[in-house]
Structures are given as C-alpha cells and as structure tokens.
C-alpha cells in the first residue's frame, strides 16, 4: 500500500500544482517540493519502522502488493519491492527532491505545468522501479516518457525541439520493441499454461522456451528498449541532445534516474527471465560496452559544450554497467548497482553544477569559462569533488563501483576488462579537462565576477557531496540490502 | 434489421424537413433527435427488441459484431453531429439534403455490417459511396471539391466493378451469392475462386484505401468540405473494414492460410506508406487524410490476424479513431489557416482546444493511458497470437513510432511555438463535449474493458 501512496502522491501532487500554480506560483513550487519530500520519506519511515524484522540479505520481497486491473487480460496492478527496487526508489526521490529545488528559479514561466511534469516524470521512474507487472511496466514507462518529452520541449535551451523529438521517438521505438516482447512472452506462456493468461512477472518466470532462437528474439526485444535508455553505443545518439537541451532538471533527472531504468530493466528483466538466451550473447554485449566506455571518453574529450561533455561520460559510465551486467558474476553485479547509484549522484552534480554556472554566465561553452575559481571558489571545490568522483578517486564512490565491476569482469574476460581499464586513464583525461577549462587558467568573463553558491545550491551540492562521499566510505549497507538479489541472479546465471 | 429501416425512414424525413422549414436549427435539432432514436432502436435490437420481422431469406445475418459496431458507428456519428453539425451550414444551403445523404450513408453502414449475401454487400457499399460522391462535391463553387469528388466517384466506381467481377466470379465458381455457401468446401483456392478472391481483395482495398490502392483519398479528402472529410475518414472509413473483414471470413475463412500473406504484404505498404508520406505533409488537413491511410493499416491487421482478439480489436479500433479523428476535425473546422503553423499558439488562446486536442493526437499515435493505445494493443496482440506474422508487427511497431513525429507536430505547434492565433469562435457547449470525449478517451485507455462490457450487457436484456 505504501507503494501505491508512494506514486499516487506524486500524481495527485503534480495535478494540484499544476492547478494552484496559476494564481499562486509559489505555492505551486512548495507543493511540489512537499510532495516529493513526502514520497521520499514514505519508504524511508517504512524502512525505520520495520527495519528490525526484515532481513533483506535473502531474496525475499519486503512489499508485495496485488490488485485486478483489467483481469480479461489477465493484467493486475502489481507493485513490489526488495533490495533493489528500495536502493532505487530512495535515489529516485533524493534525485527528485534535488530536482525540484535546483529548478526552483530557473523556471519563470508555466511553472505548473512544469512542476506537474517533473512529478509526474518522478512518479513514472518510481513505478518502473517497483511494477511487478510487466504490463504495468511498460505503462510506467511510457508514464515517464510524455512528460520528460514536454520537460525538454518547453524549457529546454535553443535546440530543444530537435532534442526532445529525438529523444521520443528513440525511447517510443525500443518501448514498442518491449511491448512487442512482452506480448509474445504472455502468448507463449498462456500456451505452456493451458490458456492461463497473465502478464505477472513471477508467473512469467516460470517460462520455458522448447527452442533458443524464440528465446533470443524476445530477449532482443526487451534488451533494444533498454540499452536505448542505458544508452549502449550505436543507439546512444539521442543522448547528448537531449541531456544538453534539456532544462537543469531535466538533466539531472535524465542521467540520474532514466538511464538507470535501463541498467535496472536489464537486471530485473532480462537476465532473470532469459538466462540462457542472455548468456549466448553476454561477450558481444560486454563489447559494446567496453566500446562504449572507450567511445565516449574521447568523444567526452572532444566536445566544448559543457552538458555535452558531461552526456558523453555517461556513455562511458554507462558502458561499464553493460560491462558488468553480463559478467554474470556476483561482484560484478554488486558493481553495477553502485555505479548505478554513484554515477546517478556525481553526474547529477555535474549536471547542477552545469546549470548553475549557465544560469550565471549564460552559455555552455567551456572556451568561454575560464579562472571561475577565483569568483566562485565554493563552487570550485565540490565540482572538484564530483570531478574526481567521475574520474574515480578511492574514496569517493565511483571508484568502488568501477573496482567492483573491473574485479568481476576480470575472471570472465580478461582482454575486455583490460581495455576498459584503460579507459579509466581516458575519464582522467576529460575530467580534468573539465576543472581546468572552467575553473582555473585565465580569467574570461570581463563583466563581474559571477557570484558564489546561494543556500539553496548549498543544500542541493551539499547533500549530493554527502552522499557520495559516504558510498565512497561505507558501501556496505547498499551492498548487503541488493546482496539477496544479486547473489541469486549470479547463482541462475552462471 | 431496426437500424436498415429506421436510418431509410429518416433520410426521407430529413428530405421533406428541407421543403417544409428553412430554419436551420430546426433541422439539426430533427437530425440529431432522429439519430438518437436510431442508436437506441439499434441498441434494442442488441437487446431482442425486433421492430420489423422481415423475411430476408438469408440475405442478411445479424450477429452481435453487426449490432456493436453499428451502435458505435451511430454513437461516432451522433457526436459528429452535435460537434460539427453548425459547420455543415458554411458548406452550402441544402443543409436538410446533407443530413438526409448521411443517414443515408448509416444504412448502407447497417447494411454491410450485417450483409450474409454478395449482393447485399455490393448494394450496401454502393447506398455507403453514392451519397459520398455527392457530398463530397457539395461544395459546388470550389474547384476542388469538384475535382475531389470527380477523382473520387471515378475510383469508386472503377472499384465497384472490379468488386462485381469479382462477385460474379464467385458466384460461377460456387453457384451462389450465399456467403456460407461460397465457404463450405472451399479448401483450396481453384484458378476461378483464386482470381475472384483477387478482384475482391482489390476492391475492398480500394474502398478502405490500403495501399496501393489508396492514391483517390488525399486529394478526395483534401478536396471534400472539411465537415464532410471528418465523416469520410472516420465512420465510412471503419464501416468499410467490417465489411471487409466480414467478407473474407464469410467466404475464405477455411483457406486464410493461403491469401494471408497477400493481406499482409498490403497491411505492410500501407503501414509504410501512409506514415511515411504523413511525415512530408504541410497541411493537417492532409496529414490526417495520410493518417487515416496509417490507421487502416493497423485496422488491416484484424483481417491478417482474423481471431477473435482481432475482431473485437477492430471494434474497439473503430471506437478509439473514431472518437479522437472526429474531435480533432472539429476542432481544425474552427480554424481559418490548414497548415502547421495555423496551430501555432493555439494553447494560449484557445487552452481547453488544445488540451483536448492533445489527447486526442496522443491516442491517435499510441501512448498509453488512452484508448489509441488499447486498440493498438488489441491489433498486436492478435497478430503475435496467430504467430504466422512476425515481421509485420515489428513493421507495425516501426510505424508507429514514425507515426509520433507528425502527431506531434501539432503538440508541438499548439504549445511551443509562438504565431498569431487565429479568432476562433467556440460556444460553451462545444469546448464542453470536447471535454466529455477527451474523458472518454482516457477513460477507455485506463479500462479498456469498460466500453465493451457495458455494449455487451445489452444482449437479450
């Protein structure tokens, strides 16, 4: 149930706003804020109040809930959670709560129907992570993909039209290959079933496939959607023109939390439900990713767009997650869930700080930056934070989970886990080109010093400098909580 | 057989309200009261209510896929005529005339939904095409809707007599019009029954525009007085598909094995076609004509897939487009300016317009959560269920993203860019049956099952 309050206060939050925010725009920015702090502390009380009883090493499922949607079609509104669906939802609204207040000026005009956007986006993410449902996954993740189109079509920058139509019609394609794989994997089951027909995800485990090339086509389908999101190399192209138009929010939103509903389709679906077919074609997707990760360092490398910059090394990132995914081993899993949560905060740091320095000297260009440090030391030094974080410093969170992921891929292949290694020396690259271009060297802006962070940006730096500061200390609580999870799929898998 | 006779009865009453009265209002309040009468002589026939027990001696069969698609075909056009029926006036003076022609048109609709002989098939479609050849030429001083109408009648009687041979063909093959008689003992396809099979494949392509057969509908719907456009697209458009569908699993039911993936190959082009060349258009008016060819590609997938899941799938198709094409059409009747950039600015002036014309546009691509979706859902799922077809769901899946990018264009017209609105003059009641059937939409899209459960109550009360 609190699932369900979970989402539907995000819901009934974005609609109020959307109505109170015409006469009273402040008020509509309040709401939101509530609002999301609300869902986020609904699984955060949850978890206080029960965390004694629960043991969440096993794979067991901490909510299960079940009610009949459409049963002709044997679809029923299933939301549950573990381990990692939890790990997801408390980044999901720490993300969200962020975003909400980084947009909290830079939004001037339709601020409603803004902020109803953004909750329903959120609202949408948080359901992909929990719907136990295949039918009402795919739902959901349409559910966030309307009202992110508009998020980038109405206050993105210059080019947003282009961005945000390439954007949908890349998701809608990959979502439409998913329903299409779904649909033939309920038709399929129904006829293993005597006709019984549903879309349940635990009924649909149970599937069998009499021959591998059925097996792997519906793997495919599945796969195309999600590694569209992830993104994986040839199909990563509507990325960076979405990330770079897209409004502060909306970046962060877009690299924080929908590329994740990628990597976590690919772990919860995919793997679990067609071992056999995704390790026929584990090596080719390891490649892709390692050529991912290379990839887009050098590009990350080449632009001097600064969001652009930051879009390219979260196909890098990203590639290591593919990397890791279909390593199939355990510690290589535990890796791909932190490099989910690391790269979700220090590239949404990025992508602040990114949109703070646009609000202040208006453009995105890095060769027009130059000697902010000066102006803006506090600033300096968390982007210094986050710049090391994605270039991966030991103690910093992103090292864990890159270590991880590097240390479980080493034993399956040795030459791929080299090379992405080297592409690590490659992050080093591009990070740092970030601090020099933007923060040290000469001074460029003759007009007056931009100022330094506002309270409000403090709270915002602050609290992703925290958190990724303690993933890069104590990682353990995340890995113990997906442990159950992850352990059984390297178990299935192997 | 309520709906055959009343729809007649009331296209001859709509006549003489022309002679007896010159007030407007009054006979569309005669036309919309009439209609009304008729949905629910329709809806009682669905219940076992049978005004007229006439012997037709096997000529007609009326089955509840009939009677549903008839009562969401007189729904559809009951809407048409509280939202549109004041933009019929602009048209021309012999507004009585134009309502008389469209219940005209509902009784051909009657007819084809429930024809169990050739000859009432082609008679059905013939009383459906006439009155459309006129109205699409009602607009007697434009050029183009002469044109249109000429181009059009030109075609459609070409295909009526493809159609005919074909027929004839059947009947020299089997020795009857019967469509159970041509069925049975049909297991293979002889060089007459073959060839026969063609010609109606052809002609019924040509009636629902599948490409390529589709080149008379831009310019006849482009061409036609936009009101009437709306009519044509929408409800002629779905009732020919249940003709088609009724013919081939009346006659060649027991070989679909072996003309499936003819229809198929057509499902594909016109898939292909009518999305790609909708991407080129500059004028909506025409992108929805190009649409329309797109969504009759999705229709044709019930007659590749022909199963149950299909048939009611076509049902529910017929309900979704219809509902979302007609509210899109009456809301660009209010507009001056045809093109894109007439759109422009749209949601400023006009906020309930756009909004509701949004979900329409959302249900016509396919996003969830409205009743586009649902009837898209319907169509692949029977397609993947009778699993001889892959190939031609994922080109459907293809399309359909395709389809977003010029959907969206209007969204993006209306809400993103900025132009000079155009003066639109909606009354209160029109903004609030956009309103109610934006409701609809969304509703039908959250339950899709609502709709049909409720229809289905209906039967033998």
């Known amino acids: 149930m609190i699932l369900v309050l979970m989402i539907g206060i995000l819901l009934v939050g974005g609609l109020t706003c959307w109505l109170v925010a015409q006469r009273y725009p ?63 939802i408390l980044l999901t609204f720490l993300l969200g709560m962020l975003s909400v207040l980084c947009s909290w000026n830079e939004v001037r005009e339709k601020t409603g129907f803004y902020f109803f956007n953004l909750l329903w986006t959120l609202a949408g993410i948080a359901g992909v992570f929990v719907a136990m449902d295949l039918f009402l996954f795919y739902f959901f993740w349409e559910v966030m993909l309307v009202p992110m189109y508009f998020l980038i079509a109405i206050w993105g920058d210059f080019n947003r039209r282009y961005a ?106 995919v793997l679990t439900l067609f071992p ?29 767009d600064l969001k652009r910059l930051i879009a390219y090394t979260s196909v890098s990132h990203m590639g290591f997650v593919l990397l890791g995914v279909f390593a199939f081993r355990e510690i290589a899993l535990q890796g791909v869930v932190m490099q989910l949560l690391t790269h979700g905060v220090s590239t949404g740091a990025l992508f602040v700080l990114a949109g703070m320095l646009k609000e202040r000297l208006h453009t995105r260009d890095i060769n027009q930056m130059g000697g902010l440090w000066t102006a803006m030391p506090h600033m300096g030094a968390l982007a210094m934070v986050f710049v090391m974080a ?105 | 057989m309520n709906a055959i006779v009343i ?82 006036e602009r048209v021309g003076v012999n507004l009585a005339e134009y309502f008389a022609l469209i219940f005209f048109v509902l009784c051909g609709i009657a007819i084809v939904s429930a024809f169990n002989s050739l000859l009432m098939l082609f008679l059905g479609i013939e009383i459906i095409s006439i009155p459309l050849y006129i109205l699409t030429g009602s607009d007697k001083r434009n050029l183009k809707s002469n044109e249109a109408a000429l181009k059009y009648f030109l075609m459609g009687a070409f295909s009526t007599g493809i159609m005919l041979m074909g027929i004839t063909l059947l009947y020299g093959a089997k020795g009857s019009f019967n469509m159970e008689v041509i069925r049975s003992g049909t297991t293979t396809l ?23 057969f589709h080149f008379w509908t831009p310019d006849a719907y482009d061409g036609a007085p936009t009101v009437f456009t709306s009519f044509m697209a929408t409800i002629v458009k779905v009732a020919g598909f249940i003709a088609f569908i009724r013919l081939f699993e009346g006659c060649f039911g027991e070989v679909h094995k072996q003309w499936q993936l003819l229809a198929a190959i057509i499902t594909a082009a016109t898939l292909f076609i009518g999305n790609i060349t909708a ?129 969206f264009r209007v969204i993006q017209a209306m809400y993103f860019k900025d132009g000079e609105p155009q003066e639109i003059e909606t009354s209160r009641g029109f903004k609030g049956l956009l309103i109610v059937i934006a409701a609809v939409v969304v509703l039908l899209g959250i339950f899709p099952h609502w709709l049909i459960n409720q229809l289905y109550s209906f039967f033998y009360l």
């Open chain 1, 164 to 269: 945000a139509y390439k954007f949908f019609i890349f998701t809608q394609t990959g979502g439409l290959l998913m329903l299409l794989a779904i649909l033939a994997l309920y038709f399929i089951h129904a006829q293993q079933n005597g006709g019984q027909f549903t879309f349940d995800y635990f009924a649909l485990l149970n599937t069998t496939f009499d021959n591998n090339v059925t097996a792997r086509w519906i793997m495919l389908g599945f796969l195309i959607a999600f590694v569209i999101k992830l993104p994986m190399v040839p199909l990563h192209n509507w990325l960076p023109d979405a990330h770079s138009e897209a409004p502060t929010a909306g970046s962060l939103i877009l690299a924080g939390l929908l590329l994740k509903t990628g990597a976590y389709g690919i772990i919860r679906f």
């Open chain 2, 7 to 88: 729809s007649a009865v009331l296209g001859v009453v709509m006549m003489f309200c022309g002679v007896f009265t010159n007030s407007k209002p009054a006979v569309r309040f005669v036309a919309i009261i009439g209609l009304l009468g008729l949905l629910i002589a329709n809806v009682l026939d669905m219940g076992g209510y049978h005004f007229f027990n006439v012997n037709v001696n096997g000529m007609l069969a009326f089955d509840i896929f009939g009677l549903l698609f008839n009562t969401i075909a007189f729904a559809a056009t009951w809407i048409y005529f509280l939202l549109s029926g004041r933009d019929m």
């Open chain 1, 390 to 494: 994605s270039l991966g410093l030991p103690f910093l969170g992103n090292f864990i989970a890159e270590f991880l992921i590097l240390m479980g891929a080493f034993e399956v292949s040795p030459v791929l886990t080299i090379i992405a290694s080297a592409g690590l020396v490659l992050s080093a690259l591009y990070s740092l080109r970030i601090m020099q271009k933007v923060f040290q060297g000469q001074l460029q802006t003759v007009s007056e010093p931009p100022k330094d962070l506002s309270a409000r940006e403090w709270i915002i730096m602050a609290s992703l400098t925290a958190t990724i500061i303690f993933l890069g200390l104590y990682p353990q609580p995340v890995l113990d909580t997906v442990q159950g999870f992850v352990a059984q799929l390297a178990r299935s898998n192997l």
């Open chain 2, 190 to 212: 002889t060089p007459m029954l073959a060839a026969g099979l063609l010609l109606l494949l052809f002609a019924m392509s040509f009636k629902v525009s599948a490409v390529p």
């Open chain 1, 26 to 88: 402040l008020m509509g920015r309040l709401i939101a804020l509530i609002a999301v702090i609300i869902a986020f502390l609904l699984p955060v009380g949850w978890y206080a109040q029960y965390a004694s009883e629960l043991t969440v090493t096993g794979n067991n499922w901490l909510i299960d809930y079940q009610v009949n949607w459409i049963p002709a079609f044997g679809i029923s509104f299933h939301l549950a959670m573990d381990g990692l669906s939890f790990i997801m």
């Open chain 2, 279 to 407: 991407v080129f258009q500059q004028s909506v008016k025409r992108m929805l004509s190009y649409s329309s060819i797109a969504q009759a590609g999705f229709m044709l997938f019930a007659l590749v897939a022909m199963n149950e899941t299909a048939k009611e799938g076509l049902i529910f198709y017929a309900a979704a487009y219809s509902l979302a094409t007609i509210g899109i059409f009456a809301v660009l009747l209010k507009m001056k300016d045809y093109t894109f950039e007439g759109f422009n600015g749209l949601a400023k002036r006009q906020p309930v317009l756009a909004a509701t014309n949004t979900i329409f546009l959302l249900s016509l691509a396919g996003i969830p959560a409205t009743a586009g979706f649902w009837a898209k859902f319907y169509m692949l799922s029977a397609a993947i269920n009778n699993g001889n077809v892959m190939w031609l769901v994922i080109v459907g899946v293809l399309c359909a993203a395709v389809s977003v990018y010029y959907y």
């Open chain 1, 276 to 304: 056999e077919a995704s390790a026929s074609i584990a090596w080719w997707a390891m490649l892709l990713g390692v050529v991912g990760i290379v990839y887009g360092a050098l590009l990350a490398f080449a632009q001097t």
